[in-house]
């Protein structure tokens, strides 16, 4: 089993930055892809990022490519997910999920709000 708990989510302006977290426990997920997807109020969830096991390879949905930036710390455990150059349309709720068993491991969520 692995658990993930999201951090770092919040209120911010237009234009301003935000660096989410995500925490593993239970089981490492030093071997695994890790993703960041996000649902925004009314719509359905949609991916973000992705990072493979040793940071190597990281994709990103075309909205968020060149402001977002996903990397990881094994060693800790945790996948981050920096967030620069904040637009309204990025509000909504970001999960943070594990490949492992095809995306079957995903955390409570963390929100963030984008005020234009």
């Known amino acids: 089993q692995v658990q993930l708990v999201e951090s770092g989510g919040g209120s911010v302006q237009a234009g301003g930055s935000l660096r989410l977290s995500c925490a593993a426990s239970?089981?490492?997920?030093?071997?695994?892809?890790m993703g960041w997807f996000r649902q925004a109020p009314g719509k359905e969830r949609e991916f973000v990022a992705q990072?493979?096991?040793?940071?190597?390879?990281?994709t990103y949905t075309d909205s968020v490519k060149g402001r977002f930036t996903i990397s990881r710390d094994n060693a800790k455990n945790t996948v981050y997910l920096q967030m620069d150059s904040l637009k309204p349309e990025d509000t909504g709720i970001y999960y943070c999920?594990?490949?492992?068993?095809?995306?079957?491991?995903w955390g409570q969520g963390t929100q963030v709000t984008v005020s234009s």
């Open positions: 990072i493979t096991w040793n940071g190597v390879t990281t």
């Open positions: 999920a594990s490949k492992i068993n095809n995306w079957g491991y």
């Open positions: 239970g089981r490492t997920i030093s071997l695994a892809t």
